[in-house]
């Protein structure tokens, strides 16, 4: 069964600083990458997503994230975070159109 | 933005009791899902529908059921609550075409005492 890594639990960061979290897949397949965003009592959102071509997928609000095959990998970046990015990141992996499979999430803290 | 509603969004209930956590979508979209997420984890699948009248049991056993009559609707039933009910529960929809993105309604947090 497909399985998600996040490898952070809680990052905390100064505004303006730059941001990557880490995230790795089992399969070895073809597979759809996703990031959502979950901001303080909000519902998940859709930051970005990968299915095939430029493995340098831009999303929402600055926010990018490479796919790695080699490594299994689609970590997300963004050059320089904001107060209003704290939130909780999840990546999640399907395949096909098959139900998403979850990390555990990375919790962002950014502070003045 | 997306069109997905749960109600209630909070619940306080007692053990034993019967409940039922509604989800509804208006974008017309044939797969819904449950999650179940509990604070500092992940995301675990219980239920999924393909369309009306399909249900499947997801990777994370629960003693929910949940039922598809109609397209935009997919509520799931607990018929005896119990505090190790207690959780948050996402309720998604996915395009049947395209690029499959799932979209989340806000949750209903679940308290059984």
């Known amino acids: 069964a497909q399985s998600v890594s996040q490898h952070n639990h809680h990052v905390i960061l100064s505004e303006a600083a730059s941001l990557e979290l880490g995230c790795n897949y089992s399969?070895?397949?073809?597979?759809?990458l996703f990031w959502y965003v979950q901001y303080p009592g909000q519902h998940l959102q859709l930051l970005l997503k990968?299915?095939?071509?430029?493995?340098l997928v831009k999303g929402i609000k600055g926010f990018e994230a490479e796919f790695i095959k080699s490594k299994f990998s689609f970590n997300l970046r963004k050059p320089s975070v904001q107060w209003s990015d704290t939130a909780e990141y999840f990546c999640?992996?399907?395949?096909?159109?098959?139900?998403?499979?979850f990390g555990k999430g990375t919790r962002l803290s950014v502070i003045a | 933005e997306a069109d997905i509603y749960q109600t209630p969004r909070y619940l306080v209930i007692g053990t034993g009791k019967k409940i039922t956590l509604e989800c509804s979508q208006t974008?017309?979209?044939?797969?819904m899902y449950w999650y179940q997420q509990d604070p500092g984890m992940e995301l675990h699948l219980i239920h999924y529908?393909?369309?009306?009248?399909?249900?499947e049991k997801g990777d994370l056993s629960s003693e929910s059921t949940v039922s598809r009559i109609r397209t935009e609707h997919f509520p799931l039933t607990l018929e005896s609550a119990r505090p190790s009910h207690t959780s948050q529960y996402l309720c998604?929809?996915?395009?049947?075409?395209?690029?499959?993105?799932?979209?989340f309604g806000q949750g209903t947090r679940l308290t059984v005492v």
């Open positions: 990968y299915f095939s071509g430029d493995p």
């Open positions: 529908s393909y369309g009306v009248n399909s249900t």
């Open positions: 999640a992996v399907n395949e096909g159109n098959t139900p998403l499979v």
């Open positions: 399969y070895g397949g073809t597979v759809n």
């Open positions: 998604a929809s996915s395009e049947t075409q395209g690029l499959f993105t799932s979209f």
């Open positions: 974008m017309g979209h044939d797969k």
